[in-house]
């Protein structure tokens, strides 16, 4: 254990006077700190995160609590936690070398997580690999508050010393994210009868896709059509300029026919919930079964 010496010291009117000299012992450090794969968070994704703890005294270190707070806070006088753990996901290593099985307990009203147990050997270092995944309380938005800031503290369960702490910041992701439904008027299809397909394009990210983003949708069309008509939104579209259609039935569109808005995310003030407003774009092709 390291010893310490301390003194302080008067000055006034050009004269000093000293304290006498006390000493004491320094109880092992830790060196926390705590990373994010990544920079940004989607909702209903996972984020993968590193927690190094560094064992930065001189002795061993044992029976350490480790506590990650799933990004808890506060909003109009309530808590929300954005983020809950991915159940069997932890990897727990001691000086780069699997330190076995650990069973974090989940809070079943905060949501945070605390694992126990936790030795470290003089100079040595343990580090955790876990996921969690952000939920309906996730902040989603374009504005400064919209972020998740994740805490962990690591403390002795034996002593009364000041915890250590290491947090990290993630933001909603702002690109795209798009998925795509398709719909048939009838099941049942029949030679020289017209039947319209519908193609439904919701965008669920924070940015919009304007026309000339490469968007492109192909589709085979098996029977093959007679294509009389292609709308998006309600707004024809032009074969040759805003798509192809070839001999072997295949449909696609061009890279600048296709443009959706950005999704816009809604809080209820009562639960505190976030629901995705998707951008949407709709594409109907009508033609006779040949």
């Not at 974090?104 to 969690?132: C, H, K, Q, S, W």
């Not at 719909?183 to 304007?210: P, R, S, W």
Request: proline share 4%; net charge negative.
């Amino acid at each position: 254990m390291a010893e310490f010496t301390n003194r302080a010291a008067l000055n006034y009117n050009n004269k000093r006077t000293v304290s006498n000299i006390i000493k004491g012992n320094m109880i092992g450090t830790i060196d926390v700190t705590k990373f994010a794969a990544g920079e940004y968070y989607f909702p209903d994704d996972s984020v993968a995160y590193v927690v190094h703890v560094f064992n930065n005294s001189d002795a061993a270190l044992t029976n350490l609590k480790l506590t990650d707070d799933m990004g808890r806070y506060a909003k109009d006088a309530e808590f929300f936690t954005p983020l809950h753990y991915v159940e069997g996901s932890i990897l727990y290593f001691v000086n780069d070398t699997p330190a076995g099985n650990v069973t974090p307990v989940i809070d079943a009203e905060t949501g945070e997580m605390t694992i126990t147990g936790i030795n470290i050997p003089l100079g040595g270092t343990a580090e955790f690999y876990y996921r969690a995944v952000a939920n309906e309380y996730a902040p989603m938005g374009t504005l400064d508050e919209d972020k998740i800031v994740n805490r962990v503290v690591v403390e002795r369960t034996t002593n009364a010393v000041e915890p250590w702490a290491a947090e990290e910041t993630i933001y909603p992701g702002t690109e795209p994210r798009l998925s795509v439904t398709k719909k048939i008027d009838h099941d049942d299809l029949t030679e020289g009868e017209e039947v319209v397909y519908t193609f439904e394009i919701q965008n669920t990210g924070l940015a919009a896709l304007a026309a000339g983003n490469d968007l492109v949708l192909t589709d085979v069309f098996d029977p093959m059509l007679d294509i009389t008509s292609v709308t998006l939104n309600g707004r024809a579209l032009t074969k040759d300029t805003d798509y192809t259609y070839d001999a072997a039935g295949v449909f696609t569109t061009t890279t600048t026919a296709i443009e959706i808005p950005a999704a816009t995310y809604v809080r209820d003030e009562d639960t505190g919930e976030y629901t995705a407003m998707p951008g949407t774009a709709i594409l109907t092709i009508t033609g006779t079964v040949i």
